[in-house]
C-alpha cells in the first residue's frame, strides 16, 4: 500500500510508538523556531532543563509580535532572547526583519524535513513541503533539547485541487472555502494533504497561505507536495541545493478526500467571529467599512503586495476607510521599493506599517467603536483586534484592496482582467538581521541578561488521586485561546510574568474571574467542545495554573491547547455524554476520584456533582509518557527529572 506525503516525512522521522492511526508516536524535529510572545517563556523552560547548546539542524528565535515598545518588558524579553539565543546556538532573527513564518519559509524551510514552532501557524512551512507543527514552548524548548516530539498519529485528509483559479480569485479563497466545508473543528486530529493539477498553478506563497490557515482547521498541519514550482521558489532565495522532490505515492490511501475545482471558487469572506462563518463577498452585499488592514503571516508575500499594488496603482483610499499594509518580511519590504510597488501603495494613501504581526494580534490599529474591518489575516475572534464590537471580516488581499478603494466590501472581480503576476527569479538576498550564535567554545562567556518583568516558571503539583474542588467557571463551546488568556498591546508585555499576566486570565468571559479562581484557592473550569481552539500560547494553561485551576471537563479539546495543559499537569476530562455538561453549575463542588488508577486504566473517571448529586462519567485517554508528564506534575519537571538533574 502506497504512502502519503505526511506518512513518508514521519516514518523517516519515528522515534517512537506504533505506526497506527489514533497512537501517540515520537518524531525526531530537524528545526524549530520560537517567537517572542511565547519565547521568552520557552527559553525559560529551556534555561531551566539545565542543557547546554540546541541539539537541531536549525533553531532560529525571531522577534515579530511584541514589537510595540511603550515600556521597558518587551526591550528586555528582546534582549533576554537574544542572549539565550546567542550562548545556545540559536539564530536571532531581530525585530524588523520579519514575521516568523514569512522569514522561516523564505530563509530556512527546507522541503521533507521537519519543524515545531511554538506559533499554531508554523505549517505556514507546510506549503514548501515540510512537516511543519505548531505547539507549546515546553514542547519545543524539549526538542531544541533534542527531545523527540509526540503528536497523536493523525488520520490523513486529502484536498484535491483541480483546475485553475479565475481572476482576483485567489489562495486565500481557497482555505476560506476548505474552513466553510468542514468548520473549525474539521481538521482536529487530521494533516490535510494537498495534491490535484491544480496545485501545480500555485505558488510557494500561495500555498503557505493555504497551510497557515490550516491551523483555523484545527489540524495538525498541512502539506503541499515539493515539485517544480517549489524549485523555483528556492532557486530564487539562492537555496536550491535544499531542494528534494516529495510527493505522495500514486497509491496512497487517505481517510477522507476533499474535491475543489478552484476554477468554480469565487471571493469568500470569513463573517464575524469565526474563520469558518463564510460566505460570499457577493452575497454579504455591498456593507460599508471603516478600515482595512493587509499583511499577517497569511497574506503578507510579495505576490501578494504585487497584486494589491497593481489594485491601488494610480487610485487613493476612500475617504472613510484607514487602510494598513504590513509587508511580511524585510525581504518583502526590500524588493516592493525595489520594485516600485512600496510607493505605488504609499501614494494611494496607505499607513505602511512594520514587518511584524501588528493588527493582526491587537499590536495597534484596534478598530473604531462597532467599527467594520476587512484583514487579509487568519483569526476574526471576538475581542482579539483590541475593540471588542469590531467586526472582523477576513477577505483575501485582492478583496481588501479593491475594497479599501471602493469604501465597502467590493467583488475585485469588478476589475476585469487580470494580468499576469510572476515571481522574480531572484529575491534579494540580505540575511543581516539574522545573528548566528557564538561558537560553543565561548557560549560561557555570554551573559544571560534577565529584566525585571521575567518572573520563574510557575509551580505545578503531582497529581493527585482526588481533586474536589468547586467549579469557577462554566464556558461554551468553541472557547478560543484569545477568550483564555487575552493578548494586544497592554497585555502581552506581560507574557514572561505568570503572576500578572493571569489577572487578566479569561477576563473577556467573565471579568471577576482571576480573583474568583485565586479566592477558591483550588478550582475546575467546565467547557464545551473544541475548547482552546487558535493560539499555541501556553499561557492559556500557565495563568489557569497560576490561579489554581487543577483540572478542566470539557466536551472536546483543541490539540495544542489540551497538549498545553498536560505539560502544565493540569487534567483534561471529557464528558463521556456530552448531555452531562447541561447538569453542571458554575459554583458546584466536583468530587473528581479514583483519578490515579482511572488514567492507569480505562482512563474512565467519575465526577460528583455535590450540589446536583449526580455522578456522571468523564475520560481521560492518556499515552504511557502522558501519564507519567501527569503524574510528576507536568512537562518540565518530568524532563528534568529525565535528565537527572534536580527538580
Ligand atoms: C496568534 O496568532 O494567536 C499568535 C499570537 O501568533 C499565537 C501565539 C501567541 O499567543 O503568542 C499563536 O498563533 O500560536
Ligand atoms: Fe503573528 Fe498574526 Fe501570524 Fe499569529 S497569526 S503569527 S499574531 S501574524
Partial sequence: MGLTLAEKIIRSHLTGGEFRKGSEIGIRIDQTLTQDATGTMAYIEFEAMGIGQVRTERSVAYIDHNTLQSGFENADDHRFIASVAKKHGIYYSRPGNGICHQVHLERFSV???????????????????????????????????????????????????????????????????????ISVKGGVGKIVEYSGDGIEGLSVPERATITNMGAELGATTSIFPSDGVTRRFLAAQGREDVWVPLAADPDAVYDGVIEIDLSELEPLAACPHSPDNVKSVTGIGRMSIDQVCIGSCTNSSLFDMMKVAYILKGKTVHPDVSLTVSPGSKQVFGMMAELGILDTIIQSGARILECACGPCIGMGQSPNSKGVSLRTFNRNFEG?????DAMIYLVSPETAAYSALCGYLADPRELGAMPEFTLPDRFRIN????????????????????????????????????????????????????????????????????PEISKHCFTVCDRDFPERAKSMGNSIIVGGSNYGQGSSREHAALAPLYLGIRAVIAKSFARIHRQNLINAGILPLEFVDPADYDTVSQGDTLEISGILSSIDGDGIIPVKDAETGKTFMTKCLLSDRMKNVMKCGGLLKFTKQSLGSEV
Wanted: charged share 25%; glycine share 12%.
Fill in 111 to 181: 522541503p521533507g524535513k521537519t519543524l515545531i514552532g511554538s506559533d499554531s501557524h508554523t505549517p505556514t512551512c507546510g506549503g514548501i513541503g515540510m512537516l511543519a507543527i505548531g505547539a507549546g514552548g515546553l514542547d519545543v524548548a524539549v526538542a531544541m533539547g533534542g527531545g523527540s516530539y509526540y503528536i497523536t498519529y493523525p488520520e490523513i485528509l486529502n484536498v484535491r485541487l483541480t483546475g485553475r483559479l479565475k481572476p482576483w480569485v485567489s489562495a486565500k479563497d481557497i482555505i476560506l472555502e476548505v474552513l466553510r466545508r
Fill in 384 to 388: 482579539r483586534s483590541g475593540t471588542k
Fill in 431 to 498: 540575511d543581516n538581521m539574522i545573528i548566528k550564535p557564538v561558537d560553543e567554545s565561548e557560549s560561557g562567556l555570554v551573559e544571560i541578561l534577565r529584566g525585571p518583568n521575567i518572573k520563574e516558571y510557575p509551580e505545578t503539583e503531582e497529581l493527585r488521586d482526588t481533586i474536589c474542588a468547586p467549579c469557577s467557571l462554566k464556558v461554551g463551546d468553541n472557547i478560543t485561546t484569545d477568550h483564555i488568556m487575552p493578548a494586544g498591546a497592554k497585555i502581552l508585555p506581560l507574557r514572561s510574568n505568570i
